[in-house]
C-alpha cells in the first residue's frame, strides 16, 4: 500500500514562504489524488487543497486560494504545496492522503482516512 511522508515546513515570517512535499512510495493507482489538509491546535482538521495526479486538476480551500499552489512531479511521485503570502492563521501541521475521487469531493471533509503520517509543521510568526 501508498505510504505518503510530508516535509519542507519550519518557522517563517508572516508574508514569507514556504514549499512542502508530500512523497510517495509504494503503488499508486494512476488516477488517485493526494490531498493537503492542517490542523492547528484545538481546531479539527481541515482541507487544504488536492490534485489529480494524471490530469492535474485541482481545487483549493477559499482560505488558500491564490496563495497556495499544488502541483506533482509524476516521475519523482511527489506532490509539491507551494505557500506564498504566509499568514500567522496558516499555521499548522500539514498532512497529505491519497484518494480516488473527484478533487471536489475531497474538499467536503467527508471522508475517514483512518490513519494520518506524522505531517509537518508550519509556523507563521508576526
Known amino acids: 500500500q501508498v505510504q505518503l511522508v510530508e516535509s519542507g515546513g519550519g518557522l517563517v515570517q508572516a508574508g514569507g514562504s514556504l514549499r512542502l512535499s508530500c512523497a510517495a512510495s509504494?503503488?499508486?493507482?494512476?488516477?488517485?489524488?493526494i490531498g493537503w489538509f492542517r490542523q492547528a491546535p484545538g481546531k479539527e482538521r481541515e482541507f487544504v487543497a488536492a490534485?489529480?495526479?494524471?490530469?492535474?486538476?485541482?481545487y483549493y480551500a477559499d482560505s488558500v486560494k491564490g496563495r497556495f499552489t499544488i502541483s506533482r512531479d509524476n516521475a519523482k511521485n511527489t506532490v509539491y504545496l507551494q505557500m506564498n503570502s504566509l499568514k500567522p492563521e496558516d499555521t499548522a501541521i500539514y498532512y497529505c492522503?491519497?484518494?480516488?475521487?473527484?478533487?471536489?469531493?475531497?474538499?467536503?471533509?467527508?471522508?475517514?482516512?483512518?490513519?494520518w503520517g506524522q505531517g509537518t509543521q508550519v509556523t507563521v510568526s508576526s
Open positions: 490534485i489529480k495526479l494524471s490530469s492535474s486538476s485541482t
Open positions: 492522503q491519497p484518494d480516488n475521487r473527484p478533487v471536489f469531493l475531497i474538499a467536503t471533509m467527508t471522508r475517514d482516512f483512518g490513519s
Open positions: 509504494g503503488r499508486t493507482l494512476s488516477s488517485a489524488a
